[in-house]
Structures are given as structure tokens and as C-alpha cells.
């Protein structure tokens, strides 16, 4: 009986705890050109509620469904075309539910080049592999002399040949690979060994010179930490099955011979030879090699979900608002780099001064940068944490402590300059500064990203502002698609000012690119700021179906029309003016008004078109009209006379910034040019499984020093109570230094060519080919 493949629909809606119809809707709504956020946010009726987390996933599973429904359509064209395909083998083809089931079951019928088992066949051997299989009464020798030819010429070559048939057939059994795939999926160990000769040049993996653990449970980085050292050629990598089986069969070979009902026949000892060979020869590499990616995906999998949160943190941290901000650009040698923005980022002035070795202007650089405040009614100092951050702020720290008493400070704030330089160097910042110096485009990146850090961190590709670990390790289309989803998300859910967003931010709205943002600036830069949405239908080629995606995320304070300040989307504008002519207020009036709008039936309000869930969503913003999802501006202090590792002391406490959260733990900046780690055991006196549910990037926490290691520059830090460190449930050590090493990016190196000596083991050239990077 032909059974249909199971509907994508059925299939999504299983993984994001749906219903088949809500995706059916979902997925008319993304094939008709919807964005995600215009559908988490403005369709909610039509898929009855799915969120963007919901959506995102549908998303990528589509796309994932319809090639592998593509890849079967090839399939059975090609074994349809050969004339073997059966109504069963359509049945498991059409039952499938991933690309390496599916890739499984047609390993039999794939066109391939001449195996040795294809010539057996055709030295007449394929009757003599039958009746060794059929009958295991016979004795192999005995049977093999009747098939010995002037190409066979001997009992030792006939075996041989029927050994490869078997072989083959043993190779190609769906089923089989599939239970040999579960069995070293719960059992398999990887392993990692340092190349002989290598312990110096790659001591910064040296926590994985001679380290096994279980492929099922070995976690993410350190995975990818391994299989960066095999790829550095720093290490071997191998994959064990049954290691410490002491039996003659192993278990592996028990389920190959269970397959081909292998009793105690004297063929069947002969059969036992073949299926060890077998493993030996021809499936132990193949598969090991599918374990192998599949823990890299695992891995990278991990590594991205990882790098997308700390991205959203970061994004979404809390702007410093509409402040007048000097950015300084720490620099020893090359002078500090000073930039003045007004309160709308506008750039006002720049300078360079040289505070330190070798001109040591101190006093000349306070008094520029003291000029410039006052001047400029500078509010805000904007600090980059890179080489000579510390030395900048105490500089600017002493040039504070000199104003006159009473007298308005600005408030110094070290922030994060990861990807500044690569916005410098950038064509958005040759096109916003064409007449401006590359250094100095830096400091007016830092100056902007404390006003307000996703405006700004929009211009930079996501992957240099580096919140992730081993980014340069993963895919990186897949690593690609993920931050550029995460970095859309931040955008529609604060909203943009249409009349003062730039381009890059602009393109990041829900139905705009780069060529539409580009032109809305043009129009803007021509004719003056926007002062209604509908405006908006006059920008080239900004047609009617652009408008319905982007029309809601944009915002135009001080409009004509006042709900175009808020998330409400044109579209509905109607229902918000029934709901105010019920309260029989103006709009004005009546926007923030909490209570008055607390007191209205939320379903008086429904229609054919907007159900109760726009309503309500409507009433909220007319609650709070514009309202901010980020947290509220608030800095952290660094210790006065703690400038370098080695002012650490164990047991000091101290305020930091969270730079960055891993699987293992959280990244805390203490200022001293050097990040330490709170391993997930030390964030909080409870049990913590997921730092996340903790931390964030851009927290503001405090911390307890308890470990330093100066040579290595690593500092160990706690977020536990005393109490709770009394009773200290820390891991051992060698655990947390396996967690933190290594840790930045490293170009990945090309692997080795074959029998290069690397030393990698039974998988060797096999795997270093099969993995290595695009």
C-alpha cells in the first residue's frame, strides 16, 4: 500500500506544540511575503497566537521539510527510472522524517563507480555469496572451488569476492545502519590525543592532550574546542565503540550478525569473519564519521543559540537616551580618540589628544576634553574597554575630581568597543563620514552605542561584535541566519523613528531592505521629516504591500496623527478611534490614561476583521503609547586603584558588566583588561542549569574574586552569598579550566593532506576530509 508522506503542516506542528492549521496559516503568511515579527505582532488572529520563538522555528523547519520532500521526489524518480521501486521500499521513503533516513534507504539504488563487489558479481561470484548466505550447512571452501574462473583463481580470491557482496549488502540495510547508529550514539566515546610534537605549539588545548568523554553527554564547546585543535592539527580526534568490552564479539558485531541470523554453521563462522571485517573495513569509519558531524551540528547548534541570546542582551540593553556623549577611543601610542555627538548622535566635533607615553600631554588632554564638555554640555563619557581603557578613565575620573564644586559632571560609562573597528573601516561609515579619519569613526561609534546601543550596533555585522564563542567554528550561513533573525526581532519589538533612523537601521524593519531604507532617507533628506505614516506611500517603490509590513514598527513622534507614535498599525486605527470615542476623550487626552482604559470590555470592540487579541493589544499601547521593552540606564562602577590583574586580590568584591554568557558559565568585565569567568556553579546559591536564567550580557552584577592566575591571565570570580561559598559545591578545577580553554575565535587552519602523519587515528584523512570547513 503507497502511503503519502506526512503533512509538513503535521510535522511543524508536533515540534511547536500547534495545531497543522495554525502553521498552514502561518506558512500562507510567509510565502505571501510576511516577516515574522509583522506576523507575531499583527496577525495574530490569523495563526490564533503563534509568537516569533513559534514562528522562527516554523520558519527554519520549512525550509529544512521542503528539501528533504524535494530530495524524496528525486529519489523516487531515479529508482521509479531504474524499475525497482516496490510499493514498500515507497512506504519507508515516504515515512522518513530526516535527509539521513532518507539518504540511508537509497544507498542501494545511488548510481556509484565500480565497486569490488560489482566485479564480483561479474566474475559469476553473486551465486556463490546466495548459497553461503542461504545454506550455512555448507563449507565455504568446499563451495567456492566450483566458482574458480581464469579471473578467480584461486579459493582464497572467490571468498574474497563473495565477502565484498556480503559486505556491500551489509552496508546498504537501512535498517541495520539505523540500529548500529543508535547503539554507538548511547555508547560511542570521542576521544582527543595531542600530536606527537605539537604539546608546545598548541598548549592552549592542552586540557584536551589525552580527554575521552561520552559522545551523547560531552558538551557543546568543548566539542568544538576539540575538534578545533584536530583542525589547528594540534590534536587527533577519534570516535571508540565498545571500548571496554572484553569480549571476542563485540557488540557492534553482535547486531551485524543478528541481522543475518548468524548461527553455528560452518559457513556461519565464515559469515562472522566477514561481518568483523566488515566493521573493520568499511562501516566503523563510515560511521563514525556521521556521529562525528552530527556532534558538530549538536555543537554548533549550541555555540549559535548561545551567540543569538547574547546578541539579543546586547541589543536590547539599556540606551542612555537623547544625551549629549563624548566617545573616547582609548589609545597609548596613538593618542586618545575624542568624538562629541549631540543628543540625536549628530556628530559635532572630533579630536585626538595624547594623555599618555610617548608625549604624556596629561594636562593638555584634561583640558581639551574639559573644553569640550563645557562646551558642548557633554553629559555622558563614553569609554571603549579595549588597550589603555583603564588609563583613559582615570584620566578622565582625575579631570572630574577638578571641576568646581556644584558644578554639573558628566558621568563616565566604560562600554563595550567589540566590532567598533569594524565599523570604521565599513562602507556605512565611509558613507556617513566620508570626510572623517578611520580612527575617529570609532570613537563616534562608542559615543552612539551608549546613546543608544541597537541604532548602532545595527551598522556592524553581527558576528564582529563578538558575544559568542568559536563563531568562526560553525556554519556560517546557518550562524548568519540566525543573528540576522535575532537582530530583526530587536528592531520591530522597540520600533524605529522614522525621521531619525539611519539606513542600517531602517533596513532591519519589518519588510524593508537596504535598497527601500536607503530610498526613505533620500525622501527624508529632500523633502523634510515625515508627518504621518501614509507619507510613507509616497517614497519610490514603496508600494502598498511594504507599507502593510513595515507601516507598525515605525514611529513619528509629534505627528499629525498621534497613534503613529505607537505600535498600532494603520490598518487599525479604526478600532483604536472607536475605543476613544467611547471614553468620549481626545485621543491626546486620553493616551496614558491606565485607569479609564482599565475600565472598557475589551470585546465591545471586536469585529469581522480584528479580534479580541489586536483589541487588547491595542489598548495596551494606548496605555502606554511608545513604550520601550529595554531595562532603564544604569552603569557599574569600577574599583578605584584596581587596574590590572595583578591588583586582584582573592576575596575582594567588586561591580562588573556582563560581557558575554556561555553554556558554562558568564563573562564579567571587573576593569582590568582581562574578563573573568563566573562558572555556572558560582552564579547563584541555588542549582543553576542555564546561566541565562540568571545573567545576561550588559547585566550590571557584583562579584567576589576567587581565583587568579596571572601568568594565563585568568581570573576566577563568584556571585555566591559567603554563606553559600563556605559550603562551596564548585567543580573541580581541571572541569572549569576544560570549560574556559580555548576561548576566542582563531582562524581555523586548512586540514592536513592524507597520511600527512598527523597521527589521527582509525578515522584519519577520512575525517579530517569530511569535516573540514568550506
Same mark, same amino acid.
Not at 131 to 153: G, Y
Not at 219 to 236: F, K, P
Not at 747 to 762: E, F, I, L, M, V
Given at each position: 500500500?503507497?502511503?503519502?508522506? #506526512?503533512?509538513? =503542516?503535521?510535522?511543524? /506542528?508536533?515540534?511547536?506544540? %500547534?495545531?497543522?492549521?495554525? +502553521?498552514? @496559516? *502561518?506558512? !500562507?503568511?510567509?510565502?505571501?511575503?510576511?516577516?515574522?515579527?509583522?506576523?507575531?505582532?499583527?496577525?495574530?488572529?490569523?495563526?490564533?497566537?503563534?509568537?516569533?520563538?513559534?514562528?522562527?522555528?516554523?520558519?527554519?523547519?520549512?525550509?529544512?521539510?521542503?528539501?528533504?520532500?524535494?530530495?524524496?521526489?528525486?529519489?523516487?524518480?531515479?529508482?521509479?527510472?531504474?524499475?525497482?521501486?516496490?510499493?514498500?521500499?515507497?512506504?519507508?521513503?515516504?515515512?522518513?522524517?530526516?535527509?539521513?533516513?532518507?539518504?540511508?534507504?537509497?544507498?542501494?539504488?545511488?548510481?556509484?563507480?565500480?565497486?569490488?563487489?560489482?566485479?564480483?558479481?561479474?566474475?559469476?561470484?553473486?551465486?556463490?555469496?546466495?548459497?553461503?548466505?542461504?545454506?550455512?550447512? #555448507?563449507?565455504? =571452501?568446499?563451495?567456492? /572451488?566450483?566458482?574458480?574462473? %581464469?579471473?578467480?583463481?584461486? +579459493?582464497? @580470491? *572467490?571468498? !574474497?569476492?563473495?565477502?565484498?557482496?556480503?559486505?556491500?549488502?551489509?552496508?546498504?540495510?537501512?535498517?541495520?545502519?539505523?540500529?548500529?547508529?543508535?547503539?554507538?550514539?548511547?555508547?560511542?566515546?570521542?576521544?582527543?590525543?595531542?600530536?606527537?610534537?605539537?604539546?608546545?605549539?598548541?598548549?592552549?588545548?592542552?586540557?584536551?592532550?589525552?580527554?575521552?568523554?561520552?559522545?551523547?553527554?560531552?558538551?557543546?564547546?568543548?566539542?568544538?574546542?576539540?575538534?578545533?585543535?584536530?583542525?589547528?592539527?594540534?590534536?587527533?580526534?577519534?570516535?571508540?565503540?565498545?571500548?571496554?568490552?572484553?569480549?571476542?564479539?563485540?557488540?557492534?558485531?553482535?547486531?551485524?550478525?543478528?541481522?543475518?541470523?548468524?548461527?553455528?554453521?560452518?559457513?556461519?563462522?565464515?559469515?562472522?569473519?566477514?561481518?568483523?571485517?566488515?566493521?573493520?573495513?568499511?562501516?566503523?569509519?563510515?560511521?563514525?564519521?556521521?556521529?562525528?558531524?552530527?556532534?558538530?551540528?549538536?555543537?554548533?547548534?549550541?555555540?549559535?543559540?548561545?551567540?543569538?541570546?547574547?546578541?539579543?542582551?546586547?541589543?536590547?540593553?539599556?540606551?542612555?537616551?537623547?544625551?549629549?556623549?563624548?566617545?573616547?577611543?582609548?589609545?597609548?601610542?596613538?593618542?586618545?580618540?575624542?568624538?562629541?555627538?549631540?543628543?540625536?548622535?549628530?556628530?559635532?566635533?572630533?579630536?585626538?589628544?595624547?594623555?599618555?607615553?610617548?608625549?604624556?600631554?596629561?594636562?593638555?588632554?584634561?583640558?581639551?576634553?574639559?573644553?569640550?564638555?563645557?562646551?558642548?554640555?557633554?553629559?555622558?563619557?563614553?569609554?571603549?574597554?579595549?588597550?589603555?581603557?583603564?588609563?583613559?578613565?582615570?584620566?578622565?575620573?582625575?579631570?572630574?575630581?577638578?571641576?568646581?564644586?556644584?558644578?554639573?559632571?558628566?558621568?563616565?560609562?566604560?562600554?563595550?568597543?567589540?566590532?567598533?573597528?569594524?565599523?570604521?573601516?565599513?562602507?556605512?561609515?565611509?558613507?556617513?563620514?566620508?570626510?572623517?579619519?578611520?580612527?575617529?569613526?570609532?570613537?563616534?561609534?562608542?559615543?552612539?552605542?551608549?546613546?543608544?546601543?541597537?541604532?548602532?550596533?545595527?551598522?556592524?555585522?553581527?558576528?564582529?561584535?563578538?558575544?559568542?564563542?568559536?563563531?568562526?567554528?560553525?556554519?556560517?550561513?546557518?550562524?548568519?541566519?540566525?543573528?540576522?533573525?535575532?537582530?530583526?526581532?530587536?528592531?520591530?519589538?522597540?520600533?524605529?523613528?522614522?525621521?531619525?533612523?539611519?539606513?542600517?537601521?531602517?533596513?532591519?524593519?519589518?519588510?524593508?531592505?537596504?535598497?527601500?531604507?536607503?530610498?526613505?532617507?533620500?525622501?527624508?533628506?529632500?523633502?523634510?521629516?515625515?508627518?504621518?505614516?501614509?507619507?510613507?506611500?509616497?517614497?519610490?517603490?514603496?508600494?502598498?504591500?511594504?507599507?502593510?509590513?513595515?507601516?507598525?514598527?515605525?514611529?513619528?513622534?509629534?505627528?499629525?496623527?498621534?497613534?503613529?507614535?505607537?505600535?498600532?498599525?494603520?490598518?487599525?486605527?479604526?478600532?483604536?478611534?472607536?475605543?476613544?470615542?467611547?471614553?468620549?476623550?481626545?485621543?491626546?487626552?486620553?493616551?496614558?490614561?491606565?485607569?479609564?482604559?482599565?475600565?472598557?470590555?475589551?470585546?465591545?470592540?471586536?469585529?469581522?476583521?480584528?479580534?479580541?487579541?489586536?483589541?487588547?493589544?491595542?489598548?495596551?499601547?494606548?496605555?502606554?503609547?511608545?513604550?520601550?521593552?529595554?531595562?532603564?540606564?544604569?552603569?557599574?562602577?569600577?574599583?578605584?586603584?584596581?587596574?590590572?590583574?595583578?591588583?586582584?586580590?582573592?576575596?575582594?568584591?567588586?561591580?562588573?558588566?556582563?560581557?558575554?554568557?556561555?553554556?558554562?558559565?558568564?563573562?564579567?568585565?571587573?576593569?582590568?583588561?582581562?574578563?573573568?569567568?563566573?562558572?555556572?556553579?558560582?552564579?547563584?546559591?541555588?542549582?543553576?542549569?542555564?546561566?541565562?536564567?540568571?545573567?545576561?550580557?550588559?547585566?550590571?552584577?557584583?562579584?567576589?574574586?576567587?581565583?587568579?592566575?596571572?601568568?594565563?591571565?585568568?581570573?576566577?570570580?563568584?556571585?555566591?552569598?559567603?554563606?553559600?561559598?563556605?559550603?562551596?559545591?564548585?567543580?573541580?578545577?581541571?572541569?572549569?579550566?576544560?570549560?574556559?580553554?580555548?576561548?576566542?575565535?582563531?582562524?581555523?587552519?586548512?586540514?592536513?593532506?592524507?597520511?600527512?602523519?598527523?597521527?589521527?587515528?582509525?578515522?584519519?584523512?577520512?575525517?579530517?576530509?569530511?569535516?573540514?570547513?568550506?
Amino acid at each position: 500500500m503507497k502511503r503519502p508522506p #506526512l503533512p509538513i =503542516a503535521a510535522i511543524i /506542528a508536533g515540534e511547536i506544540n %500547534a495545531r497543522p492549521q495554525q +502553521v498552514t @496559516a *502561518a506558512v !500562507e503568511l510567509l510565502d505571501g511575503g510576511a516577516t515574522v515579527p509583522f506576523i507575531a505582532r499583527y496577525r495574530k488572529e490569523v495563526t490564533e497566537g503563534l509568537d516569533d520563538t513559534q514562528l522562527r522555528i516554523l520558519a527554519e523547519r520549512l525550509t529544512y521539510l521542503r528539501e528533504l520532500d524535494a530530495r524524496r521526489a528525486a529519489i523516487l524518480d531515479s529508482i521509479r527510472g531504474q524499475g525497482r521501486l516496490t510499493d514498500e521500499l515507497e512506504d519507508k521513503i515516504a515515512a522518513v522524517t530526516t535527509k539521513a533516513e532518507l539518504e540511508d534507504l537509497y544507498l542501494p539504488y545511488k548510481p556509484k563507480r565500480r565497486t569490488k563487489a560489482e566485479i564480483a558479481r561479474e566474475r559469476g561470484l553473486g551465486p556463490l555469496a546466495e548459497a553461503l548466505l542461504a545454506d550455512r550447512s #555448507l563449507i565455504p =571452501a568446499d563451495k567456492a /572451488a566450483a566458482f574458480l574462473t %581464469a579471473e578467480v583463481p584461486d +579459493v582464497k @580470491a *572467490a571468498l !574474497e569476492g563473495a565477502r565484498d557482496i556480503i559486505a556491500e549488502g551489509i552496508g546498504e540495510n537501512a535498517e541495520l545502519l539505523g540500529r548500529l547508529r543508535a547503539h554507538m550514539r548511547d555508547v560511542a566515546m570521542i576521544r582527543a590525543r595531542v600530536v606527537e610534537g605539537k604539546k608546545e605549539a598548541g598548549a592552549k588545548f592542552s586540557d584536551y592532550f589525552d580527554h575521552a568523554e561520552r559522545w551523547a553527554t560531552i558538551a557543546g564547546h568543548r566539542a568544538l574546542a576539540m575538534l578545533r585543535g584536530w583542525n589547528e592539527e594540534v590534536l587527533s580526534v577519534d570516535i571508540t565503540v565498545d571500548e571496554g568490552d572484553t569480549a571476542t564479539v563485540k557488540p557492534v558485531e553482535r547486531i551485524i550478525a543478528a541481522s543475518l541470523s548468524i548461527g553455528r554453521g560452518p559457513a556461519d563462522a565464515w559469515l562472522m569473519e566477514v561481518v568483523g571485517w566488515t566493521w573493520r573495513v568499511k562501516l566503523s569509519t563510515s560511521l563514525s564519521l556521521d556521529l562525528i558531524r552530527e556532534l558538530r551540528e549538536r555543537a554548533e547548534e549550541e555555540a549559535i543559540r548561545v551567540f543569538a541570546r547574547n546578541l539579543r542582551d546586547l541589543l536590547l540593553a539599556a540606551p542612555a537616551g537623547s544625551r549629549p556623549t563624548m566617545g573616547l577611543d582609548p589609545g597609548i601610542r596613538t593618542g586618545v580618540k575624542v568624538a562629541v555627538v549631540d543628543g540625536t548622535g549628530k556628530l559635532t566635533e572630533t579630536t585626538t589628544v595624547y594623555p599618555f607615553p610617548p608625549r604624556n600631554d596629561i594636562r593638555g588632554a584634561q583640558e581639551v576634553l574639559a573644553s569640550l564638555i563645557r562646551k558642548h554640555k557633554v553629559e555622558l563619557i563614553a569609554i571603549g574597554n579595549g588597550t589603555g581603557s583603564r588609563e583613559t578613565e582615570k584620566l578622565v575620573a582625575d579631570m572630574l575630581a577638578a571641576f568646581p564644586a556644584g558644578s554639573a559632571k558628566p558621568t563616565k560609562v566604560i562600554v563595550s568597543e567589540a566590532g567598533a573597528s569594524v565599523y570604521s573601516a565599513s562602507e556605512t561609515a565611509a558613507a556617513e563620514f566620508p570626510n572623517l579619519d578611520v580612527s575617529l569613526r570609532g570613537a563616534v561609534s562608542i559615543a552612539r552605542r551608549l546613546q543608544d546601543p541597537l541604532a548602532e550596533l545595527v551598522k556592524i555585522e553581527p558576528k564582529s561584535i563578538g558575544v559568542g564563542q568559536y563563531q568562526h567554528d560553525v556554519d556560517q550561513g546557518r550562524l548568519g541566519r540566525s543573528l540576522d533573525a535575532v537582530v530583526e526581532d530587536a528592531v520591530n519589538a522597540v520600533g524605529v523613528d522614522l525621521n531619525t533612523a539611519s539606513a542600517p537601521l531602517l533596513s532591519r524593519v519589518s519588510g524593508l531592505g537596504k535598497t527601500t531604507a536607503e530610498a526613505i532617507v533620500v525622501y527624508r533628506d529632500t523633502n523634510g521629516a515625515f508627518s504621518s505614516r501614509k507619507d510613507l506611500l509616497k517614497v519610490p517603490r514603496l508600494g502598498p504591500r511594504t507599507f502593510e509590513q513595515c507601516a507598525g514598527f515605525l514611529r513619528i513622534p509629534n505627528g499629525k496623527e498621534p497613534l503613529d507614535a505607537s505600535s498600532v498599525h494603520p490598518e487599525a486605527y479604526g478600532v483604536a478611534k472607536k475605543i476613544v470615542a467611547a471614553c468620549g476623550r481626545d485621543l491626546r487626552a486620553l493616551m496614558g490614561d491606565s485607569a479609564a482604559l482599565k475600565q472598557l470590555d475589551p470585546k465591545r470592540f471586536v469585529d469581522d476583521r480584528f479580534g479580541l487579541p489586536t483589541v487588547k493589544d491595542i489598548l495596551a499601547e494606548l496605555e502606554k503609547p511608545g513604550r520601550d521593552p529595554r531595562p532603564s540606564f544604569k552603569t557599574a562602577t569600577f574599583a578605584e586603584g584596581v587596574e590590572d590583574i595583578k591588583d586582584l586580590k582573592v576575596g575582594m568584591m567588586l561591580e562588573g558588566t556582563v560581557t558575554n554568557v556561555a553554556a558554562f558559565g558568564a563573562f564579567v568585565d571587573i576593569g582590568v583588561h582581562q574578563d573573568g569567568l563566573v562558572h555556572v556553579s558560582q552564579l547563584a546559591d541555588r542549582f543553576v542549569k542555564d546561566p541565562h536564567a540568571v545573567v545576561k550580557a550588559g547585566d550590571v552584577v557584583k562579584v567576589r574574586v576567587t581565583e587568579i592566575d596571572v601568568p594565563r591571565k585568568r581570573i576566577g570570580l563568584s556571585m555566591r552569598s559567603s554563606a553559600a561559598a563556605g559550603a562551596d559545591t564548585a567543580p573541580p578545577r581541571d572541569n572549569r579550566e576544560k570549560d574556559r580553554r580555548p576561548s576566542g575565535p582563531t582562524k581555523a587552519s586548512p586540514p592536513p593532506a592524507k597520511g600527512g602523519g598527523t597521527g589521527q587515528g582509525a578515522l584519519g584523512a577520512a575525517l579530517m576530509e569530511a569535516l573540514k570547513r568550506k
